[in-house]
Structure formats: C-alpha cells, structure tokens
C-alpha cells in the first residue's frame, strides 16, 4: 500500500519564489530512490500560508529508508551561503486508501 508524506512547510511572505527556485533545482535528487513514487510541491493559496511538500512511497519502509539516508540528509544539508528559507515544518504521513479492495 502506498503512502503519503507532506511536509508542511512555513514560509515567511516575500520567500515563497526563493523556496521554489530551491526545490526546481534539486527537483529530480530524489527520483532514484527505491520505493519513490511521486513529488509535488504545492503553492499556498486561499485560505493557507504553508508551502505543502508530497511525496508519495510505495512502502513505509522505503520512506523510512530515504529519510535516514546519506542522501537526503545531504540534500537537506544548508549551505553557508543559503539561509534556509522555511521558519518550521510539520510531516504528516497518510497511506493511501485503494478503494477497490474495499
């Protein structure tokens, strides 16, 4: 069963073009990864302030794995010469319901 990772990202107004020009540009670091199923990252609109990042994973297990890897955490690592732009950030982790077997 698949599940869903969101990383709801706060965003200070006024940085939300930085954090997107961050993310299109290591857009693909995460294809390879086993278990990878899909990326989205998901713009504020009416009614929310937050930056949403979804990632979707065939297993809970293959999240798992890429959350402690060396690759993420070198794609998470900040660079001296870049502030990170989000202030905080909340994952909410879901699997996702196949209404088939239901």
Do not use: C
């Amino acid at each position: 069963m698949s599940v869903v990772v969101i990383n709801a990202l706060e965003v200070p107004e006024g940085e939300g073009a930085e954090l997107e020009r961050r993310f299109a540009a290591r857009r693909h670091s995460v294809d390879g990864q086993p278990g990878f199923e899909s990326f989205q990252l998901l713009r504020p609109t009416a009614g929310e302030d937050r930056y949403f990042v979804l990632t979707q994973w065939a297993t809970q297990q293959d999240f798992e794995h890429w959350r402690d890897s060396r690759a993420n955490h070198a794609a998470h690592a900040h660079d001296a010469s870049h502030k990170p732009v989000a202030t905080g950030a909340h994952l909410l982790e879901f699997e996702v319901v196949d209404l088939e077997e239901i």
